[in-house]
């Protein structure tokens, strides 16, 4: 929840910080909260299996937004749809993924407790 507050407050209040905070933080955030609800739906994957989903899942988003289907522009004029799948394709936001799926799987790597995956053991 904090990563999804960070990421709407970094595009609520871009005045309040640095450009390249206020121009780059909402997309790494948002990787970064795709990571964590993969982790959420799949508990025991192992790290670099979430970030791999999570960087398929980010770029499919991205790549999505070249599709201009008329039922997809209406989704994305909404609020959520926009914050969902985005507006339009920048090859900045797949840099920007990148770092914050490697981030976060830093961050699950250091700290996920280690349990045996044989469930005999």
């Not at 997309?27 to 990571?35: G, Q, R």
């Not at 899942?57 to 926009?82: D, K």
């Not at 900045?92 to 996920?112: E, F, H, M």
């Amino acid at each position: 929840m904090l990563v999804i507050a960070a990421g709407l407050l970094s595009r609520r209040y871009p005045a309040w910080q640095p450009h390249v905070v206020a121009t780059y933080a909402g997309d790494v955030l948002w990787a970064v909260m795709v990571f964590w609800a993969l982790a959420l739906v799949w508990p025991r994957a192992r790290t670099t299996a979430l970030a791999g989903a999570a960087l398929g899942v980010a770029f499919a988003v991205e790549g999505s937004q070249l599709l201009q289907a008329p039922w997809l522009v209406t989704l994305r004029a909404t609020r959520l749809g926009a914050l969902a799948l985005g507006q339009g394709f920048l090859w900045s936001d797949l840099a920007c993924y990148t770092v914050g799926i490697a981030a976060a799987a830093l961050l699950d790597a250091k700290t996920r407790p280690r349990v045996a995956l044989d469930s005999r053991a």
